[in-house]
């Protein structure tokens, strides 16, 4: 087998870790030895230890780490943090070759781990996979390179280009889109750290925002209200999940508030007015734009962007896009 084959196996592993790793980034390692894989890991919960001590601890005889390549998607860290640092580990376990996808270009690693490893003599080669373990790592290098969480922009529009109708007689969602695509929305909810919406979507709609068609964790809850409208009868302010409230509705200042709080990735769930400030800000990386077959004649149009169409799925009868940002 490649190196290349062995780091795909540490991306698809590393999955594994998504929701769950935040504010650290989902590694994924895999130990082989005479092209044997014998350890695998990802990354733990935040707190617990990091993808190689887990798959070096999957090891069962560590004689066998002395002649092994041990594989990871980002360059091993180099610092104390909630654990100690893994590429002291390696080379504790006198592991000769290690094989990496992407530099870690935090700048409390940056290099540093991968010149601790070449000092004690081991074999590095970096850049395996480089495009993919980056693109992976996308919401961790997001966040400490642009200073602001991994934005995803998300909304449904009817046949004809409506987010909503222009009146409806219930405080509640009307839905444009199947069940298997909502779920689908509450599976990306569990592996977001955050989502957003404005002070019109919560009088109207009375959401949650929490996830219920999935297993996972609930993001933390941002709200706008500029104009105090808002009161703690609103579902959004239940005990379900953190929610944190904007005045400010400047979007440069809410990435900036977020990224201190530690947040690295987002969701925008609208509606259309709070979508738009993020696209025309140019603070976006990703929109993920359902299209159901619901006709509505008039409402609310759906915003306007210019994105690069990187993936298009049907789920039954909805049509689901995915873009990233051409502008970034």
Not at 81 to 105: A, E, F, M, R, Y
Not at 246 to 271: P, Y
Not at 300 to 325: C, S
Request: hydrophobic share 35%; aromatic share 8%.
């Amino acid at each position: 087998m490649t190196d290349q084959y062995y780091i795909k196996r540490a991306l698809q592993i590393a999955k594994n870790g998504l929701g769950q790793t935040r504010p650290n980034p989902m590694v994924g390692s895999v130990i082989v030895l005479n092209d044997q894989i014998i350890g695998e890991g990802f990354t733990s919960k935040y707190g617990g230890n990091h993808a190689e001590v887990n798959a070096i601890n999957s090891v069962t005889d560590k004689a066998l780490l002395k002649e092994a390549t041990i594989y990871v998607t980002l360059e091993p860290c180099s610092h104390y943090g909630k654990t100690p640092p893994c590429s002291d580990l390696i080379i504790h376990h006198q592991i000769p070759n290690i094989v990496i996808g992407c530099v870690d270009d935090n700048h409390e690693v940056a290099g540093k781990g991968i010149k601790k490893l070449m000092e004690a003599g081991r074999n590095v080669r970096v850049g395996v996979l480089e495009a993919e373990c980056k693109a992976h790592h996308k919401r961790f290098f997001t966040f400490h390179n642009k200073k602001r969480p991994y934005i995803i922009l998300k909304w449904a529009q009817s046949i004809d280009g409506f987010i909503a109708p222009k009146t409806k007689d219930e405080q509640k969602p009307v839905w444009i889109t199947n069940t298997y695509s909502r779920q689908l929305v509450h599976k990306w909810r569990a592996e977001e750290q955050a989502i957003l919406v404005g002070t019109n979507t919560v009088i109207k709609d009375n959401p949650t925002l929490n996830v219920r068609d999935w297993t996972g964790q609930n993001p933390v809850r941002i709200v706008l209200d500029r104009n105090n409208l808002l009161s703690d009868q609103y579902a959004i302010f239940n005990t379900d999940a953190e929610t944190i409230t904007f005045k400010d509705h400047t979007i440069k200042a809410i990435c900036d508030h977020l990224h201190k709080e530690n947040i690295n990735s987002i969701i925008i769930e609208g509606g259309s007015k709070t979508l738009q400030l993020f696209i025309d800000a140019n603070l976006w990386d990703e929109a993920r734009v359902f299209s159901g077959k619901i006709k509505f004649i008039d409402g609310i149009k759906a915003p306007k962007f210019d994105g690069q169409l990187i993936k298009d799925t049907t789920i039954l009868d909805d049509t689901l896009n995915i873009y990233t940002n051409k502008n970034r």
